[in-house]
């Protein structure tokens, strides 16, 4: 059967969720209205390293409306995960043991849950977490990776012989003494601090067992799925008797993708109450509750030939992990692919300390590797004298240098050209601190963005009704960049439908299995499910018509039949035809529908599949008191097939304030005397707000990649968020010709 028009995808189309959420008509994890519901919440230790001597519960059990305290004494014991994993989980570390949340005394970081208080109300509880009295044998705390550093050890994951996420350890590509022989070099030293996920809407779980001992679970959660399976393990029940749910998640960027301590605490204490129990983490909490992106320290050594083009590339780098699991990063990755060098050597090495296990934070990984990488590449720029955008394209890779494999579409050639164009590039004098307006020195700079186009197994199923509507469904979450109409628009172009006849259902776990909201995956993942499952519904309905002799159809080959606006059609006689909603009424069928998982291929043992983008950045610095604003951003995306113009164009703008507030505010400070948070609060741990922003421009170019996915699409959320710090940094050397290595680039570090 041939497709007629494509109603849907690439159109600028509003938000299905919009109006839902403007009104206060969705419903966030603890919003949900459960009956009989107690409160919990969680006391959190006030020692980095050591054990619980005693903890006094008496007082706050005593507490007006306490219902009951549960601590490492009392708590139901319950079974975490060792690994290499035990459940279908591609998130938390590969090596390591789930933190075993009031299990045992052991203090592993400051501010870990050490009990959770339950009462009626939710005040009640806040107050009785006050009342409990931890005595500690106390231990000092490792939380410095400068001190620790010569503790640095490879990760158990990058000594598998085929890493599963691919991110060995050592990787040696060319002549390891190119360094050497290189005409010119730069070796330089670049960090990045803790940062810490601030999403509005805070870690929630609402808990209510059944009489027959089902868990109920209202969670904030990029990934239904793992969270329901995780739950099952912990708890010993089958998955069947874990139903989750999460429709809307206020913003998580990493912070949800895999259950922390709150879900399981919070079904503690609803066991232990048998009521439902919410547990909503305090915004002070939220800075040990979930991971972070990790400190890290990078080296990245470039050589070249005196004609900028590179000879050897070494980016060596190490990141902070906790006691108790190995999180890894591809911290180093980029290095291996992003610019064509016959030479290049990478290692990575990881550093255990006294802080909750470090997770993926937006761009994970690459946008921290990059930000070494792509000023490096502006600082050997700089010492050849080459235009910084021109260095770029001198060292522009046609095949990725880590495999040799040809990249299934690339436009970053065509991203630096229009973006240039578009920003104004060719006005930007090459000197440091030769742009100024009055008091303000300006300052251009330049960064490369890219990210692996990612594809996992998906699930879906979609259902035509005799109304002539629809509806496609997955267990997919959505934390804002638009799965819920990603899922509607990709339905109603395979079924060709038009929009306002189909919709979508997702974040619940009795829907078909959906992948991982992270990675820039969930359209090539979810969305080609949705896709499959549309197309094996509507191939369905046709079976009906083409064998009904009642039919217009009866006996017409399939290839000869089209389909427009929920109606199927022979190509050279539009009047010989009928519609979906016909078929069904004919056939005594209220709905048909199909289940599809849908499953990556071998493309990418053919093809080097990443998405790519240029950052063009202004910045103004003043002079005297050395503050720097970002007045205007210019960012062109080469990112296959785009599902939906409107909200495209927000994830971009989204990513790069995010990359603003990595560059110039975001920094998680942390006492290493007492390996404490200092600055736990949205009053102290700066993020951006709109009078931050100045104009922000994006753009696609546009791809026909059939490689990627059946959608052609290729993720967008990450790959606007990396190399933004660069760009901002490299603008910053241009305004003031002070190089800032150290995340962020605060007034005192320019004064």
């Given at each position: 059967?041939?497709?007629?028009?494509?109603?849907?995808?690439?159109?600028?189309?509003?938000?299905?969720?919009?109006?839902?959420?403007?009104?206060?008509?969705?419903?966030?994890?603890?919003?949900?209205?459960?009956?009989?519901?107690?409160?919990?919440?969680?006391?959190?230790?006030?020692?980095?390293?050591?054990?619980?001597?005693?903890?006094?519960?008496?007082?706050?059990?005593?507490?007006?409306?306490?219902?009951?305290?549960?601590?490492?004494?009392?708590?139901?014991?319950?079974?975490?995960?060792?690994?290499?994993?035990?459940?279908?989980?591609?998130?938390?570390?590969?090596?390591?043991?789930?933190?075993?949340?009031?299990?045992?005394?052991?203090?592993?970081?400051?501010?870990?849950?050490?009990?959770?208080?339950?009462?009626?109300?939710?005040?009640?509880?806040?107050?009785?977490?006050?009342?409990?009295?931890?005595?500690?044998?106390?231990?000092?705390?490792?939380?410095?990776?400068?001190?620790?550093?010569?503790?640095?050890?490879?990760?158990?994951?990058?000594?598998?012989?085929?890493?599963?996420?691919?991110?060995?350890?050592?990787?040696?590509?060319?002549?390891?003494?190119?360094?050497?022989?290189?005409?010119?070099?730069?070796?330089?030293?670049?960090?990045?601090?803790?940062?810490?996920?601030?999403?509005?809407?805070?870690?929630?779980?609402?808990?209510?067992?059944?009489?027959?001992?089902?868990?109920?679970?209202?969670?904030?959660?990029?990934?239904?799925?793992?969270?329901?399976?995780?739950?099952?393990?912990?708890?010993?029940?089958?998955?069947?008797?874990?139903?989750?749910?999460?429709?809307?998640?206020?913003?998580?960027?990493?912070?949800?993708?895999?259950?922390?301590?709150?879900?399981?605490?919070?079904?503690?204490?609803?066991?232990?109450?048998?009521?439902?129990?919410?547990?909503?983490?305090?915004?002070?909490?939220?800075?040990?509750?979930?991971?972070?992106?990790?400190?890290?320290?990078?080296?990245?050594?470039?050589?070249?030939?005196?004609?900028?083009?590179?000879?050897?590339?070494?980016?060596?780098?190490?990141?902070?992990?906790?006691?108790?699991?190995?999180?890894?990063?591809?911290?180093?990755?980029?290095?291996?692919?992003?610019?064509?060098?016959?030479?290049?050597?990478?290692?990575?090495?990881?550093?255990?300390?006294?802080?909750?296990?470090?997770?993926?934070?937006?761009?994970?990984?690459?946008?921290?590797?990059?930000?070494?990488?792509?000023?490096?590449?502006?600082?050997?720029?700089?010492?050849?004298?080459?235009?910084?955008?021109?260095?770029?394209?001198?060292?522009?890779?046609?095949?990725?240098?880590?495999?040799?494999?040809?990249?299934?579409?690339?436009?970053?050639?065509?991203?630096?050209?229009?973006?240039?164009?578009?920003?104004?590039?060719?006005?930007?004098?090459?000197?440091?601190?030769?742009?100024?307006?009055?008091?303000?020195?300006?300052?251009?700079?330049?960064?490369?963005?890219?990210?692996?186009?990612?594809?996992?197994?998906?699930?879906?199923?979609?259902?035509?009704?005799?109304?002539?509507?629809?509806?496609?469904?997955?267990?997919?979450?959505?934390?804002?960049?638009?799965?819920?109409?990603?899922?509607?628009?990709?339905?109603?172009?395979?079924?060709a439908m038009d929009l306002s006849r189909v919709r979508s259902e997702l974040g619940d776990s009795s829907l078909p299995k959906g992948s991982v909201h992270g990675g820039s995956g969930t359209t090539a993942s979810v969305g080609s499910a949705v896709h499959e499952a549309s197309?094996?519904?509507?191939?369905?309905?046709?079976?009906?018509?083409?064998?009904?002799?009642?039919?217009?159809?009866?006996?017409?080959?399939?290839?000869?039949?089209?389909?427009?606006?929920?109606?199927?059609?022979?190509?050279?006689?539009?009047?010989?035809?009928?519609?979906?909603?016909?078929?069904?009424?004919?056939?005594?069928?209220?709905?048909?529908?199909?289940?599809?998982?849908?499953?990556?291929?071998?493309?990418?043992?053919?093809?080097?599949?990443?998405?790519?983008?240029?950052?063009?950045?202004?910045?103004?610095?003043?002079?005297?008191?050395?503050?720097?604003?970002?007045?205007?951003?210019?960012?062109?995306?080469?990112?296959?097939?785009?599902?939906?113009?409107?909200?495209?164009?927000?994830?971009?703008?989204?990513?790069?304030?995010?990359?603003?507030?990595?560059?110039?505010?975001?920094?998680?400070?942390?006492?290493?005397?007492?390996?404490?948070?200092?600055?736990?609060?949205?009053?102290?741990?700066?993020?951006?707000?709109?009078?931050?922003?100045?104009?922000?421009?994006?753009?696609?170019?546009?791809?026909?990649?059939?490689?990627?996915?059946?959608?052609?699409?290729?993720?967008?959320?990450?790959?606007?968020?990396?190399?933004?710090?660069?760009?901002?940094?490299?603008?910053?050397?241009?305004?003031?010709?002070?190089?800032?290595?150290?995340?962020?680039?605060?007034?005192?570090?320019?004064?």
């Amino acid at each position: 059967m041939n497709q007629g028009v494509r109603p849907a995808i690439g159109k600028p189309v509003e938000r299905v969720d919009g109006r839902l959420k403007v009104t206060g008509g969705a419903r966030y994890a603890a919003e949900f209205k459960v009956a009989n519901l107690a409160h919990g919440v969680l006391v959190m230790s006030t020692i980095a390293n050591g054990s619980i001597r005693s903890i006094d519960t008496k007082a706050a059990l005593s507490a007006p409306g306490v219902l009951e305290v549960l601590t490492h004494q009392n708590a139901p014991r319950v079974r975490f995960p060792e690994r290499p994993q035990t459940i279908d989980d591609y998130v938390a570390p590969v090596f390591g043991r789930s933190l075993p949340v009031l299990q045992d005394n052991t203090i592993y970081f400051n501010a870990q849950p050490i009990a959770v208080v339950i009462a009626e109300t939710l005040e009640q509880a806040e107050h009785a977490a006050t009342l409990v009295r931890a005595v500690y044998d106390e231990r000092k705390p490792a939380t410095s990776l400068e001190a620790e550093i010569a503790r640095a050890f490879p990760p158990q994951e990058g000594l598998m012989k085929e890493s599963p996420t691919e991110r060995p350890a050592d990787v040696v590509r060319g002549d390891p003494n190119a360094l050497s022989k290189a005409e010119v070099v730069i070796d330089e030293t670049y960090t990045i601090p803790i940062e810490t996920h601030n999403p509005m809407e805070l870690l929630s779980t609402i808990a209510q067992w059944s009489s027959d001992g089902k868990l109920t679970v209202h969670d904030k959660t990029q990934w239904v799925p793992n969270t329901q399976g995780y739950l099952a393990l912990v708890f010993g029940i089958p998955e069947t008797d874990v139903h989750v749910i999460s429709p809307f998640v206020g913003g998580a960027f990493g912070s949800s993708l895999r259950p922390w301590a709150h879900p399981v605490v919070a079904a503690m204490a609803a066991r232990a109450v048998r009521r439902p129990v919410k547990l909503v983490v305090a915004r002070n909490q939220m800075f040990t509750s979930h991971g972070h992106r990790p400190y890290t320290v990078q080296r990245v050594a470039l050589g070249s030939g005196r004609d900028g083009r590179l000879t050897a590339i070494v980016h060596e780098g190490t990141a902070q992990t906790s006691i108790y699991e190995e999180n890894t990063e591809s911290l180093v990755n980029a290095s291996r692919m992003l610019y064509a060098s016959p030479n290049c050597i990478t290692k990575y090495r990881l550093v255990r300390g006294n802080i909750q296990t470090p997770l993926y934070m937006r761009g994970p990984g690459e946008s921290s590797g990059v930000f070494a990488l792509d000023s490096a590449i502006d600082e050997l720029a700089y010492k050849l004298k080459i235009d910084p955008l021109e260095m770029r394209i001198r060292n522009h890779a046609d095949r990725d240098p880590s495999n040799n494999l040809p990249f299934s579409s690339k436009s970053l050639l065509e991203c630096y050209r229009r973006g240039a164009e578009k920003f104004g590039w060719s006005r930007r004098t090459f000197e440091p601190r030769s742009m100024r307006d009055g008091r303000y020195l300006i300052g251009m700079g330049v960064a490369t963005a890219t990210y692996p186009t990612l594809r996992m197994p998906a699930t879906a199923r979609a259902r035509v009704f005799s109304d002539g509507t629809a509806v496609v469904q997955s267990s997919a979450s959505d934390m804002g960049p638009g799965t819920w109409t990603m899922m509607k628009v990709v339905g109603a172009e395979a079924l060709a439908m038009d929009l306002s006849r189909v919709r979508s259902e997702l974040g619940d776990s009795s829907l078909p299995k959906g992948s991982v909201h992270g990675g820039s995956g969930t359209t090539a993942s979810v969305g080609s499910a949705v896709h499959e499952a549309s197309l094996a519904v509507q191939a369905k309905l046709l079976a009906l018509a083409t064998k009904d002799s009642r039919s217009p159809l009866n006996g017409v080959a399939t290839d000869q039949v089209t389909a427009e606006n929920g109606r199927f059609f022979v190509k050279n006689d539009s009047s010989r035809g009928e519609t979906y909603a016909e078929i069904l009424r004919r056939n005594n069928m209220d709905s048909i529908d199909a289940t599809v998982e849908s499953m990556p291929d071998d493309a990418s043992k053919k093809f080097s599949m990443h998405a790519f983008g240029a950052h063009f950045l202004e910045v103004r610095v003043d002079a005297e008191l050395g503050s720097v604003r970002v007045t205007r951003v210019v960012t062109g995306v080469g990112a296959g097939r785009i599902m939906n113009e409107k909200t495209a164009i927000s994830q971009i703008t989204g990513g790069v304030v995010g990359g603003i507030g990595m560059a110039l505010m975001e920094e998680t400070v942390m006492d290493h005397r007492m390996g404490r948070i200092v600055n736990a609060s949205l009053g102290e741990y700066h993020v951006p707000v709109n009078a931050d922003i100045g104009s922000l421009e994006a753009f696609f170019v546009e791809e026909r990649d059939e490689h990627v996915n059946p959608l052609g699409a290729k993720g967008i959320g990450e790959v606007s968020y990396v190399g933004v710090a660069a760009a901002v940094a490299n603008a910053v050397f241009h305004a003031t010709g002070k190089r800032i290595r150290h995340l962020p680039i605060t007034l005192d570090k320019l004064l």
